[in-house]
Nanobody, 113 residues
Framework: QVRLVESGGGLVQAGGSLKLSCAAS??????MGWFRQAPGEEREFVAA???????TYADSVRGRFTISRDNAKNTVYLQIDSLKPEDTAVYYC?????????WGQGTQVTVFS
């Protein structure tokens, strides 16, 4: 059974940092991505990384977010720096492009000013 489990979210003051983790089990994937959904908004792409470490970012997060992966641990990370209140959302990982089969519970990030 394939599972993606996100962790690392929390309540943080604006300007702070968090590191999110996504542990995959059941199989490994070439391209993995992070996505987020703010209250009342559609889920949106945040960042992606392929097996070889090539990264892509949404314009809104480029320079503040860093995606990485540890292929040996089958885990993808999202380092979030200089957090802003508008980064408040549930953060999900999935394949890139995302599969409906792999959406998990996500991890909540809440940024207060």
């Amino acid at each position: 059974q394939v599972r993606l489990v996100e962790s690392g979210g929390g309540l943080v003051q604006a300007g702070g940092s968090l590191k999110l983790s996504c542990a995959a089990s059941g199989r490994s994937f070439n391209a993995m991505g992070w996505f987020r959904q703010a209250p009342g908004e559609e889920r949106e792409f945040v960042a992606a990384i392929n097996w070889n470490g090539v990264r892509t970012y949404a314009d809104s997060v480029r320079g503040r977010f860093t995606i990485s992966r540890d292929n040996a641990k089958n885990t993808v990370y999202l380092q979030i720096d200089s957090l802003k209140p508008e980064d408040t959302a549930v953060y999900y990982c999935n394949t890139e492009p995302p599969s409906q089969d792999y959406w998990g519970q996500g991890t909540q990030v809440t940024v207060f000013s």
